[in-house]
């Protein structure tokens, strides 16, 4: 079964790794137009409990790596160790690749890729490029642990640095080492529920998966 998915949020990534854990015959191929996948843009890492996915999910994260006192991760190295893991479990990965023409069964591709331009044919398209249906924006900021204001949404990393997230203006302190924004409904959530949605989604394709398969009978 040869699957497409198209976008590189994390909820495609968790997607992808799903399919994986389901169906281990599965040809898997995610597409992006980045150029790589994660350190590009941030978002909120905090986590009730770690990890938030299966351990084989997770290539080498380093420095980033949580530790005991730690309930946050930097999402874009996050994002990176998966992805690196998605394509040693061998999903192929298209980067700097745009799809122009998709259909459920094929996708036109341009890319600077190995297979360049052109239509592959898959038994199953999924598009998850869409942006966020909420309407919801936070800011957010990056300090020195110890240092940053009194917010209700932080979370502290294994580096020494603290993530905040607030909605509404931007906050002064002189003290941010970096500046986000995010849309989205709860950064408290963000990384769990995406990874979960991802992992239902998978659900629902292996079923469109076992439907399509020679001599199955409907009931």
């Given at each position: 079964m040869k699957i497409a998915i198209l976008g590189d949020s994390l909820v495609a990534i968790?997607?992808?790794h799903s399919?994986?854990?389901?169906?281990?015959?599965?040809e898997v191929h995610l597409f992006t137009e980045r150029p790589e996948i994660g350190l590009m843009n941030e978002g909120p890492g905090i986590f009730e409990k770690w990890p938030p996915c299966p351990n084989h999910w997770i290539s080498d994260l380093k420095s980033q790596e949580p530790s005991e006192g730690s309930n946050s991760v930097r999402?874009?190295?996050?994002?990176k160790a998966i992805a690196i893991a998605l394509?040693?479990?061998g999903c192929i990965i298209h980067l700097?690749?745009?799809c122009?023409?998709?259909?459920?069964?094929h996708v036109e591709v341009k890319g600077a890729g190995r297979i360049g331009s052109g239509r592959i044919p898959f038994d199953i398209v999924s598009d998850m490029r869409s942006v966020s249906e909420t309407s919801t924006e936070w800011s957010g900021g990056v300090c020195?642990?110890?240092?940053?204001?009194?917010?209700e949404i932080t979370g502290n990393r294994s580096d020494g640095t603290t993530e905040l997230w607030w909605s509404g203006p931007r906050k002064d302190t002189g003290s941010w080492l970096q500046e986000m924004k995010w849309i989205g409904e709860d950064p408290r959530e963000s990384l769990t529920s995406e990874i979960k949605v991802g992992i239902e989604i998978a659900r629902t394709l292996v079923d469109t998966i076992i439907q399509k398969s020679p001599g199955h009978?409907?009931?």
């Open positions: 968790s997607t992808a399919l994986l854990d389901q169906e281990t015959d599965a999402r874009s190295w996050f994002e394509s040693e479990r700097r690749t745009r122009t023409d998709v259909s459920s069964v020195i642990t110890g240092g940053e204001p009194k917010l009978k409907i009931e």
